[in-house]
Nanobody, 124 residues
Framework: QVQLVESGGQMVQSGGSLKLSCAAS????????LGWFRQAPGKEREFVAV?????SYSDSVMGRFTISRDNAKNTVYLHMNSLKPEDTAVYYC????????????????????WGQGTQVTVSE
């Protein structure tokens, strides 16, 4: 089992920056792909970024968001720049053992463990 706890979400003005953190605990000695997803009201949960043996981003955040991880701290980060109102959502951290090896990491069903989410609100 892996437990994930997100933090760092808050309200920010359009064009601003935020850094989200996701601290992992439990069986963190195994290799996991760590991903960020987001879900806006009335919309499906969507892929944002993933880091494993590779990194990948959705088209909507490419060039604005950066995912990184600190293995010593068992923490993954999402650095978000040039934020837009359409980035407003609850952001979730997720972990997947199989995605680390397969590279299939773009759908919520690819992940085994989820955090509770952190709210990001971008105002005009």
């Amino acid at each position: 089992q892996v437990q994930l706890v997100e933090s760092g979400g808050q309200m920010v003005q359009s064009g601003g920056s935020l850094k989200l953190s996701c601290a992992a605990s439990g069986r963190t000695s195994m290799n996991y792909a760590l991903g960020w997803f987001r879900q806006a009201p009335g919309k499906e949960r969507e892929f944002v970024a993933v880091i494993g043996t590779f990194t990948s981003y959705s088209d909507s955040v490419m060039g604005r968001f950066t995912i990184s991880r600190d293995n010593a701290k068992n923490t993954v980060y999402l650095h978000m720049n040039s934020l837009k109102p359409e980035d407003t959502a609850v952001y979730y951290c997720a972990a997947s053992l199989k995605a680390y090896y397969s590279g299939n990491a773009y759908f919520a069903g690819d992940y085994d463990y989820w955090g509770q989410g952190t709210q990001v609100t971008v105002s005009e």
